[in-house]
């Protein structure tokens, strides 16, 4: 019996998918586990596995190509069937065209996704939108002999690229003339598209006086401002701040980095705050938990899984490190750097972004002294950690000057009252302090 393979839903948001690339064609063999395509959702790019083994009979999207969650992407030819008596079978029911690319007709213009009236910070510049047009029917890359449609860049110049190619950048929110083409007189493609990295919203150039850019909402800046606004409209938050002494902790981490120097790893005060939020959620399970306002019940876990929100150019994406309460320092470290590539990659499986029971939030690097993160939903709070700095503080009788951190908590005040979230941040600020506790 033939195997169906069908978009997958790899969030709880998502909708539908862009199908981004195929690694098996019709006719190849395929093993059970086996990647046979890369999907996007609206929060990052993952590995779709076929079920069983057999032939690819049927390929039904093309590369580029939106497809809604349950809609049919290929069929996988089991057994002693036919993978051609498949083909024409699907073919048939479906009326799918021929593959050959459809020449170009009148272009019509790309609706941009959105939400009215709200205003986000931080757009990547690669998020800069330029008008551009995609011809009917144009489901994957036309052939050479199709005469490219002109586009101008931002400097007056006219540049070339392929149908499938402006669709994608349309879709990721990609401007055009910030790609370099590997094509015939500099046309841009597909892979060129797909390998594109854009730069730092921090390294954007300045918009020229009189000028103006629009920037569109990408699907994942989409589900980012429609996931927070839920949040914080629907949740009331409740904040606590406090400072903590980490001197201890940074030459506790300084002493291990030299310990580990033969293994090639370094412990960041990252990993320590990690250790210390997992140890504090066992002790304060309250906050370990999620909360289902439908059903009007709170879940905690045993197991912390907890999420690490990491900054990528298209937005954010919140990572989940599984039984972290169950790893050391080294493990975590280890651990965590792996899945931060990944996320920054947009190289993650489902399971690796979902069933999160606390989320970090951590702007240290950029130098940001304090902030308040919002919720991640269902679970009932996040913590926002600020970077280490050298303050004059009282020790005793006397001023000296010290590492001091402030880390801020955000709590769902329908589930956690304000005396709980103090426990806990007091249980991590021991655990900070005292690191030797840690290790034990």
């Known amino acids: 019996m033939p195997i169906e393979i069908t978009m997958p ?20 063999k395929v093993k059970a586990g086996e990647q046979i395509a890369d999907v996007e959702t609206d929060k990052a790019t993952m590995p ?14 093309a590369e580029g190509q939106k497809v809604k969650v349950g809609d049919l992407l290929a069929v996988v030819a089991t057994g002693k069937e036919d993978p051609a008596d498949v083909k024409k079978k699907y073919q048939t029911a479906a009326a799918i065209p021929p593959k050959a690319a459809t020449p170009l007709s009148t272009p019509i213009k790309v609706p941009v996704p959105g939400l009215a009236g709200m205003t986000l910070e931080g757009a990547a510049a690669g998020e800069v939108h330029e008008s551009a047009s995609v011809g009917h029917g144009a489901t994957r890359e036309a052939p ?106 940074l030459k506790l981490r300084e002493s291990m980095n030299r310990k580990l120097e033969k293994e090639k790893l370094r412990l960041s005060i990252a990993d320590f705050i990690t250790r210390a939020v997992a140890l504090s959620l066992e002790i304060h ?38 039984g972290v309460n169950y790893l050391g320092l080294k493990e975590i470290r280890r651990r965590s ?24 939030s951590s702007l240290g690097t950029s130098g940001i002294k304090s902030f308040s993160a919002i ?30 951190l402030m880390v801020t908590l955000s709590a769902d005040h329908r589930v956690v009252d304000g005396a709980v979230a103090a426990a806990f941040l007091m249980t991590f600020k021991q655990f900070m302090e005292e690191p030797g506790m840690m290790l034990v």
């Not at 910030?178 to 493609?189: F, Y």
């Open 9 to 28: 839903q790899l969030s709880d948001t998502m909708t539908e998918g862009t199908l981004v690339k195929w690694f098996k064609k019709e006719g190849d």
């Open 48 to 61: 779709m596995e076929v079920s069983e083994s057999g032939t690819v009979a049927c390929v039904l999207a």
């Open 144 to 249: 050479t002999a199709v005469p490219p449609m002109p586009h101008r860049g931002g400097n007056g110049h006219r540049m070339f690229a392929s149908p499938l190619a402006r669709r994608i950048a349309e879709d990721k929110g990609i401007n055009l003339a910030e790609i370099r083409g590997s094509g015939p007189n500099g046309r841009i493609v597909q892979k060129d598209v797909l390998s594109f990295t854009p730069a730092a919203a921090s390294e954007s150039p300045p918009i020229a006086p009189g000028q103006t850019q629009v920037i569109p909402m990408t699907k994942m800046r989409t589900a980012i401002a429609t996931a927070l606004q839920r949040s914080k409209q629907a949740i009331p938050h409740f904040y606590e701040s406090i400072d903590i002494d980490v001197e201890q902790a």
């Open 285 to 322: 399970p309250a906050l370990n938990a999620r909360f289902n306002a439908e059903k009007n019940e709170v879940t905690r876990f045993g197991d912390v899984n907890l999420g690490i929100a990491v900054s990528i150019p298209d937005g954010l994406i919140v990572p989940v490190l599984r």
């Open 337 to 360: 750097s792996d899945l931060i590539d990944r996320a920054r990659q947009q190289k993650l499986k489902r399971e690796e972004m979902s069933e999160g029971t606390f989320t970090i």
């Open 375 to 404: 919720i991640n939903p269902p679970e009932v709070a996040i913590l926002a950690v600020g970077s280490a700095e050298k303050r004059a503080v009282v020790v005793g009788d006397e001023i000296v000057a010290r590492n001091m």
